[in-house]
């Protein structure tokens, strides 16, 4: 339901997330005012590489009141490993949001855009669209182990895959939901069961035990290695993709590859229930090799907004983004680098800006 007014914290983080996330403030404000929606920006600084190097840590500590009581968070990109190891800064910032904002989908979308060359050969737009749904709060993603006798031949490290019920249980069911709500109404489990013994097992039983309250879904497993092989072989036979916390994130990152570019792939850390704010961020990150150099693609970032603004309940204004993107894409030399175009990053945003109707 619209409300019309919303709040978001704006964090451009690291990298080529302070050069894409003005674009996509450019193509939310166009939207906005076509729409009749307001939107208020509040921007924050931290979740960077500039603020560690002030504060010596990534967030200050009454983060969660600072950006907890807006209506969602629009981001960037986040990483600077030449100054700071991407752990320290991960874990620091995007993994504290998705945990204590309990932030347990992460939702990928992967489209093939008309005019998007796909890398994969006789693909066109319709072929490819599908959605990546990754749990986004446990799984391999813990913090449960530690390192013994450091810098001694004995030394050992160990880290924990954590499954709770509840937790890959919520994530099935609103990758059930998702597949029942679509036209093929397909579901696609993402598994290793045959060499990680404990846990994966455990993810293919919750599967089946969710199956059978969506009778009208079909479903089926892979395991990851050839489930990555039919993304590059048979992309058209996916509708909805569930997978644990590493295996949700390699899929999203080789999926958008399918379709021309990682660039383009938006997401959203999303609290289904509302009770926290959700963030929306492309997929790629900060990108170190091209920062500073004004080509990098906003597109990820542009869509991303789409989806908060749809996500915010404001449907007709975020697919008006989508349609913009679209048509900005379909025209080669609004195109970016990476997609054979020779805009830059200002151009490409503003050529999707003036496309919003
Ligand atoms: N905008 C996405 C971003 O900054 N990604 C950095 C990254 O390494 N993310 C890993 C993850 O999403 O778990």
């Given at each position: 339901m619209s409300k019309k007014q919303y709040r978001i914290a704006v964090i451009p983080g690291d990298g080529i997330g302070k050069e894409v996330m003005p674009e996509g403030l450019r193509v939310l404000e166009a939207a906005a005012k076509k729409h009749g929606v307001s939107l208020h920006f509040d921007h924050f600084d931290f979740s960077s590489w500039d603020?560690?190097?002030?504060?010596?840590?990534m967030m200050p500590d009454d983060w969660k009141e600072k950006i907890?009581?807006?209506?969602?968070?629009y981001f960037g990109a986040v990483g600077w490993p030449?100054?700071?190891?991407d752990h320290v800064s991960l874990w620091g910032s995007l993994i504290k949001f998705r945990r204590e904002f309990d932030q347990y989908v992460n939702l990928r979308p992967v489209r093939l855009m008309p005019g998007v060359p796909s890398p994969l050969a006789n693909r066109k737009p319709g072929d490819i669209d599908f959605w990546v749904v990754r749990e986004n709060t446990e799984g391999e993603y813990s913090s449960v182990g530690g390192r013994m006798f450091p810098?001694?031949?004995?030394?050992?490290?160990t880290q924990q895959t954590v499954m709770t019920r509840t937790g890959v249980?919520?994530?099935l069911k609103f990758a059930f939901e998702l597949a029942q709500s679509r036209p093929k109404k397909h579901l696609t489990s993402a598994t290793k069961s045959n060499g990680i013994s404990i846990t994966m097992p455990y993810w293919d039983e919750r599967v089946e035990a969710m199956a059978k309250k969506f009778p009208g879904v079909k479903w089926d497993k892979y395991h990851i290695d050839i489930l990555t092989a039919n993304f590059v072989l048979h992309p058209d036979w996916f509708d909805v993709v569930v997978g644990s916390n590493l295996f949700g994130d390699i899929l999203s990152d080789l999926g958008p590859a399918c379709t021309g570019t990682i660039g383009i792939a938006p997401s959203g850390n999303i609290n289904p229930e509302g009770d926290f704010p959700s963030v929306f961020e492309p997929v790629h990150g900060s990108a170190p090799d091209i920062a500073g150099q004004g080509i990098a693609n906003p597109?990820?970032?542009?869509?991303?907004?789409?989806?908060?603004?749809?996500h915010l309940g404001e449907k007709i204004a975020g697919k008006s983004i989508v349609d913009a993107i679209e048509r900005t894409l379909a025209e080669r030399t609004l195109r970016t680098k990476d997609l054979g175009g020779n805009a830059d990053t200002t151009a490409c945003g503003k050529a999707v800006a003036d496309?919003?109707?």
């Open positions: 603020y560690y190097e002030k504060h010596g840590q907890g009581k807006h209506d969602a968070i030449a100054k700071i190891p810098d001694t031949d004995r030394e050992f490290v249980d919520r994530i597109i990820g970032a542009i869509w991303s907004g789409a989806m908060m603004l749809e496309m919003v109707d």
